[in-house]
Nanobody, 126 residues
Framework: QVQLVESGGGLVQAGGSLRVSCAASGRTFSDYAFGWFRQAPGKEREFVSA????????DYADSVKGRFTISRDNAKNTVYLQMNSLKPEDTAVYYCAGKYTGRYYTTLRNLRYDYWGQGTQVTVSS
């Protein structure tokens, strides 16, 4: 019911900033929770951040707390991940994921997201 397309990835120097976007289309957007995950070569996919249906509830992996900010604009059907103070270890393909939750609060990082984008490459040079 929801299709996701990531954009905004690229090459950035360590300490720099980048914002990736996730554009969603489908029957429902506002009642979905969205998460950002990343996968580096040779490593497993890991949770980065997530945001609830209202935008008021967010969650972050410890490795990105204080550096990354997730947000959503329901009017534009878009989810954002603002990444500041980037480190080489942030280099990965970043994926957007969605899960219908209804207008309820839940544990965002533990959701079994079932809608996924194709990913956008983020490369941080040292």
């Amino acid at each position: 019911q929801v299709q996701l397309v990531e954009s905004g990835g690229g090459l950035v120097q360590a300490g720099g900033s980048l914002r990736v976007s996730c554009a969603a289309s489908g029957r429902t957007f506002s009642d979905y929770a969205f998460g950002w995950f990343r996968q580096a070569p040779g490593k497993e996919r890991e949770f980065v951040s997530a945001i609830g249906w209202s935008g008021s509830t967010t969650d972050y992996a410890d490795s990105v707390k204080g550096r990354f900010t997730i947000s959503r604009d329901n009017a534009k059907n878009t989810v954002y991940l603002q990444m500041n103070s980037l480190k080489p270890e942030d280099t990965a393909v970043y994926y957007c994921a969605g899960k219908y939750t209804g207008r309820y609060y839940t544990t965002l990082r533990n959701l079994r997201y079932d809608y996924w984008g194709q990913g956008t490459q983020v490369t941080v040079s040292s």
